[in-house]
């Protein structure tokens, strides 16, 4: 069992509207609550896949887990919609 006084933020937020079930075992970007945290600490931080040549900043998170990083943007959508950033959905749903 997760210990909600140990999430915080939209982790929080995606616990208590997805429940904690399978929480850091499984996680599916379509069945569970996707969230997006901050990259935290040094090194390791990657280059975002989308296209926009700057470093990943942000973690997409579902039920405790990180499925994808990248850029806050394509982060931020990839929560909104489960797809990875694409110049076909940007043009969709950000125009
Ligand atoms: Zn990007």
Do not use: H, P
Request: proline share 0%.
């Amino acid at each position: 069992m997760v210990d909600l006084n140990s999430l915080k933020g939209n982790e929080l937020s995606a616990a208590m509207r997805g429940g904690t079930e399978g929480w850091g075992r499984q996680a599916s970007s379509a069945d569970n609550v996707r969230y997006s945290v901050k990259i935290t600490g040094r090194g390791r931080r990657s280059i975002c896949s989308c296209g926009c040549k700057n470093k990943a900043t942000d973690i997409g998170m579902a039920n405790g887990l990180g499925l994808t990083s990248g850029c806050e943007f394509s982060v931020a959508l990839w929560v909104r919609t489960g797809k990875i950033k694409t110049m076909e959905n940007l043009r969709r749903l950000w125009k």
